[in-house]
């Protein structure tokens, strides 16, 4: 049985997670999401395997479906994203008319939150919600099982061996066996909804399959190749009310000896030497993070990054993290007023955080800070404290993105009266937010300036190519402002 996995075409590079989605001009993460389930995939008897990231391929819609037609998959899963909902959607139903015989799947925070619009709106036959690993892997058992029994029938009746099935027949026995974490409609035309699935150990998948990409088209600013990431805990502990929780709130980590291994066997297999570690808050817990670091000092010439929050980091910790091979530190500032912060439900003071970020810089550590804007109480003092933030601390870089009330979220409830939204088209933004703009005005004020310009001097001598790239893409965002209209960040 052939199993395809799919990261759609798009127009420029964008990136699709599970959890989110966002324009990505200067960099391009492997979609990790599709490489746990080829992983799972593989471990079912019988299954050719197949993922085609059309991001990095660089494919068109005509060349992908191309690409789709010479494999002849059997069964097909494609993430979709949040922002280019309206773009997955159109591309979904074009595999599934191309592929009538095929089971037609998806999976995303839309899709898995929206179960039955997503399949009236695709055709598709199948959703994933919840966490898709186990699903996925026994809808491919289901299928494959049933074709196996239909092969079979068809042989005794015809008394022929190798007799097949017809289109119709595969269509017929392709409806997966139904419960754990899969929508569809079954033959009756009933909608049969998916429960939401938590897997509670995570040292019982399989790592990512690393030998479905090719590394050398990943990477992120100013880092090198071969390149991958991993994720090593699902779920958050905390309590920011504007985070889309598609794995659930309840937070589940793998054990150190399973991460550090997973980073082992990448390193050793696939020559892997830069990698990020995509966990929302990879400091969570500090007795795993300091247990994974001192695993990961074990392996030579290695350079990673994580991300952390401001209360989850500290002087120790960074130390621990450089001595273990990481050079760059994603820190979720998100504003400097407390008044934003409290808002958005963060779940610390400032002023009590502001000493360890210091202590990160004393480190040595690259640290580049998220700040999130257009909060719906976020005056012209409160952008203006964030600035002044950003500049005290002499941050590497700084990463902006405007406030989205995405569905299903502690904010989308709390501002609903206050939001526009359409599931197709997409459109999901506040009614009122006068505040777009500051997003650019955040980059123009932070980058231009002499003293952050000659300080980056040394990067265009170490990447001059990549460099003059993410020069051009800053001036193109935030001095001409041409944007992706479906999504105005830069990242």
């Known amino acids: 049985m052939k199993v395809l996995l799919i990261n759609p075409p798009y127009a420029s590079q964008i990136i699709r997670r599970y959890v989110c989605s966002y324009n990505a001009p200067n960099f391009l993460f492997p979609p990790l999401e599709l490489m746990y389930l080829s992983a799972q995939a593989r471990l079912v008897a019988g299954c050719e395997v197949k993922l085609i990231d059309c991001i990095a391929e660089r494919l068109s819609p005509e060349e992908t479906l191309d690409a789709v037609r010479a494999f002849n998959p059997d069964v097909v899963l494609s993430i979709m994203a949040i922002e280019y909902f309206d773009n997955d959607v159109g591309f979904l139903k074009l595999l599934k008319r191309d592929l009538p015989a095929a089971l037609v799947g998806c999976f995303g925070h839309l899709p898995g939150n929206y179960q039955r619009e997503t399949l009236e709106a695709t055709g598709a036959d199948f959703v994933l919600a919840g966490e898709p690993d186990l699903s996925f892997r026994r809808l491919l058992e289901d299928h494959m099982a049933a074709n196996d029994a239909g092969q079979s029938a068809v042989e005794a009746e015809w008394g022929v061996e190798g007799a097949t099935l017809s289109a119709g027949d595969k269509a017929k026995t392709a409806m997966p066996a139904g ?144 001595r273990a091979g990481c050079t760059r530190v994603y820190v979720g500032i998100e504003s400097g007023s407390q008044k934003v912060l409290d808002y958005l439900k963060r779940g610390y003071k400032l002023e009590n955080v502001i000493e360890n970020i210091h202590e990160v810089r004393r480190s040595g550590l690259e640290m580049v800070g998220w700040f999130i804007v257009g909060s719906p109480v976020e005056e012209r003092e409160d952008f203006e404290q964030s600035i002044r933030l950003a500049r005290d601390l002499k941050l590497e870089f700084v990463a902006v993105s405007t406030l989205v009330p995405y569905p299903n979220t502690e904010l989308y409830e709390l501002e609903k009266d206050n939001i526009e939204f359409s599931l197709l088209p997409y459109k999901c933004e506040f009614k009122e937010q006068a505040t777009t703009e500051r997003e650019a005005e955040f980059y123009r004020r932070y980058y231009l300036t002499p003293s952050f310009i000659a300080g980056k001097l040394g990067h265009l001598a170490r990447h001059p190519a990549e460099t003059l790239k993410a020069s051009a893409e800053f001036v193109r965002y935030a001095v001409a402002s041409k944007r992706d209209p479906n999504r105005r960040d830069l990242l």
């Open 179 to 322: 419960g754990d974490g899969v929508a569809y409609f079954d033959e009756n035309g009933v909608f049969v909804p998916a429960e939401f699935q938590r897997i509670e150990s995570l040292d019982s998948l399989p790592y990512a399959d690393q030998s479905a990409i090719d590394h050398s088209r990943y990477g992120e600013p100013f880092f090198g190749h071969p390149y991958t990431t991993f994720l090593t805990s699902r779920g958050c502990p905390f309590s920011c009310n504007y985070c889309v929780r598609s794995y659930g709130r309840k937070y589940i980590p793998a054990s150190a000896d399973h991460v550090v291994g997973e980073v082992t066997t990448a390193v050793n297999n696939h020559d892997i030497k830069y990698f990020r570690f995509m966990d929302d808050t990879f400091t969570a817990s500090k007795r795993r993070l300091l247990e994974i670091c001192a695993g990961l000092e074990k392996l030579e010439g290695i350079s990673w990054s994580c991300l952390a929050r401001p209360n989850t980091i500290d002087g120790e910790i960074a130390a621990a993290l450089k």
